[in-house]
């Protein structure tokens, strides 16, 4: 057991069968049937690894997109593909969540075989706004239809999707109520990391925020720089943007029109506190790009063009983040500096990656963008850790107790266990 959480080392697995919710979601090419990333099943493969070859029967349980994710939302059938490839072992697949073929299909699993089931947010109570609207708390999730239809078949439910702990839902915090549960080797290894940067970061500590996901980073902000975790925090993308407008610098009528029309204007007057509070922690751009007929221009602040929409940290900026970073022990990245997937707007992010690199400070990369660029620039290698977890990570670096660690918190409770035990089915 650890942070009060069951592990894999607490059960007999032989035998068993196992729900094991994952964090597969990843963009997807409808026309092609095919997922354009395979980062977070990679991450997948050891606990898969470990179930099968210990004997455990494993249904797997994963979402891919959701209700306001529309363009992702999909089959998770291109998954068994891709974990048939990664695992080098059949990984049988039925475009079925709880039905009576899925039923049937678990029933007559064997030791060390793997079914995925079809994408858990078919179902209308793992939808988003399933959860934000109606807000049950976990006993009444275990209520829902999936938990009922499932559970009975199982002996012990696994949750290895750190990514998604910040969601919930049935599958995540649901079976917890009526099953032993436990966390997979993936969970387990995130959250050592993260709450290892949270508690005791080597200094000099950098965080590196950029990207789009503006209510995440002002989430995690202020609570970080209250308990002095990081020494320095470079700003970039939207969230440098913010900033900028906060102190009453001038970022250009487009960057500001966008962020008003994106409903981001209720984030300045919190940056101004932010920034009257820990001005000397933050370090935000000197100068930034933008675009004309699709060429790139760059600009000092106090000299951006009146119709400007910032796309990009300048040269200048780029050189000062990649020196912080050099000199850095740790750094912690979430969001690119711009839109890296544009020539023309990527020179700033792909200095920062450049520099995650060369540098030998141990470096944790999280979320989505991150990890597109990570794979963009070739760094996946140099990275020290990259954590699946977007939403996930932001909130936990809050100290706020997310709800599917909540839930495995209270299922370690119902279901005590010492190692090597095992429990069968009622």
Avoid at 43 to 72: F, M, R, W
Avoid at 198 to 222: H, Q, R
Avoid at 258 to 287: C, G, H, Q, R, T
Avoid at 398 to 425: D, I, M, N, Q
């Amino acid at each position: 057991m650890r942070f009060g959480i069951h592990t894999l080392d607490d059960f007999e697995l032989k035998g068993k069968t196992v729900l094991c919710r994952m964090d597969m979601n990843q963009p997807v090419d409808r026309e092609k049937g095919t997922l354009k990333s395979i980062a977070r099943i990679e991450a997948c493969v050891p606990t898969l690894t470990e179930l099968s070859e210990k004997g455990a029967k494993i249904v797997l349980l994963i979402h891919q997109g959701s209700d306001i994710e529309y363009k992702n939302f999909y089959t998770t059938e291109p998954h068994a593909k891709v974990l048939s490839d990664l695992l080098k072992k059949p990984v049988d697949f039925i475009p079925d969540v709880c039905g009576p073929a899925a039923l049937e299909k678990i029933k007559n699993l064997k030791s060390g075989d793997i079914l995925l089931l079809d994408n858990v947010r078919f179902l209308s109570e793992e939808q988003t706004l399933f959860e934000l609207k109606l807000c049950l708390t976990h006993e009444q999730q275990a209520q829902t239809l999936i938990v009922r239809k499932l559970a009975p078949l199982a002996d012990l439910y696994i949750c290895d999707a750190f990514a998604a702990a910040h969601r919930d839902q049935p599958s995540l915090c649901g079976f917890e109520q009526v099953l032993p549960s436990a966390m997979g080797r993936l969970f387990e290894k995130e959250y050592c990391v993260i709450s290892e940067l949270l508690e005791s970061p080597e200094k000099p500590c950098t965080f590196v925020l950029g990207g789009a996901k503006i209510a995440d980073a002002f989430l995690m902000m202020e609570s970080v720089l209250e308990k002095k975790v990081p020494d320095r925090i470079l700003t970039g993308g939207l969230v440098a943007n913010i900033m900028l407008a906060a102190r009453g610098d001038f970022i250009g009528k487009a960057s500001m029109d966008f962020i008003e029309k994106s409903n981001y204007a209720d984030f300045i007057p919190k940056a101004a506190e932010l920034y009257k509070k820990y001005k000397d922690f933050f370090v935000l751009p000197l100068d930034a790009a933008y675009t004309e007929n699709g060429v790139r221009k760059e600009a000092l602040l106090g000299s951006i063009p009146e119709e400007a929409a910032l796309t990009d940290i300048g040269t200048q900026t780029a050189e000062l983040y990649k020196k912080i970073i050099l000199e850095s022990k740790t750094v912690f990245v979430n969001g690119p500096m711009g839109i890296f997937e544009e020539s023309a707007t990527e020179a700033g992010t792909k200095a920062v990656w450049d520099a995650l690199g060369e540098t030998k400070a141990f470096t944790v990369v999280g979320g989505g963008d991150s990890i597109t660029a990570t794979t963009k620039y070739g760094k996946t290698d140099d990275i020290s850790y990259i954590c699946t977890g977007g939403g996930a990570l932001i909130r936990f670096l809050t100290g706020e107790e997310l709800p599917v660690v909540k839930a495995l918190r209270t299922g370690a409770e119902k279901f005590p266990c010492s190692a090597g035990c095992g429990y069968a089915r009622a």
